[in-house]
């Protein structure tokens, strides 16, 4: 089973930028589909971006155009570039790895966007 580790979160002012990492060891990243969630306070866990293992990607509504999530499957690691962040952004962001309806989690990373 995969093993992954975030990193790369903080506290930024809005319209700055962040680059999540999301590191896997235990088993070859390439071949899951990894996604990118997030959670705020009071809130459920949302997807925010997917890609799958050939480098399709898909991103919600409230963040295209603002985020984008790669994959570098010789360093075994996901990323997730945000730029132009908002408060609203404000959440603990979660990696996600599936490979055949099974999934495994990051203990995620605190992104908080304020001025």
């Known amino acids: 089973q995969v093993q992954l580790v975030e990193s790369g979160g903080g506290l930024v002012q809005p319209g700055g930028s962040l680059r999540l990492s999301c590191a896997a060891s235990?088993?070859?990243?390439?071949?899951?589909?990894m996604g990118w969630y997030r959670q705020a306070p009071g809130k459920q866990r949302e997807l925010v971006a997917h890609i799958t293992s050939w480098g399709s990607t898909y991103y919600v509504p409230s963040v295209k155009g603002r985020f984008t999530i790669s994959r570098d499957d010789a360093k075994n690691t996901v990323y997730l570039q945000m730029n132009s962040l908002k408060p609203e952004d404000t959440a603990v962001y979660y990696c996600?790895?599936?490979?055949?309806?099974?999934?495994?989690w990051g203990q995620g990373t605190q992104v908080t966007v304020s001025s």
């Open positions: 235990g088993s070859i990243l390439s071949i899951y589909n």
């Open positions: 996600n790895a599936v490979r055949n309806g099974v999934g495994s």
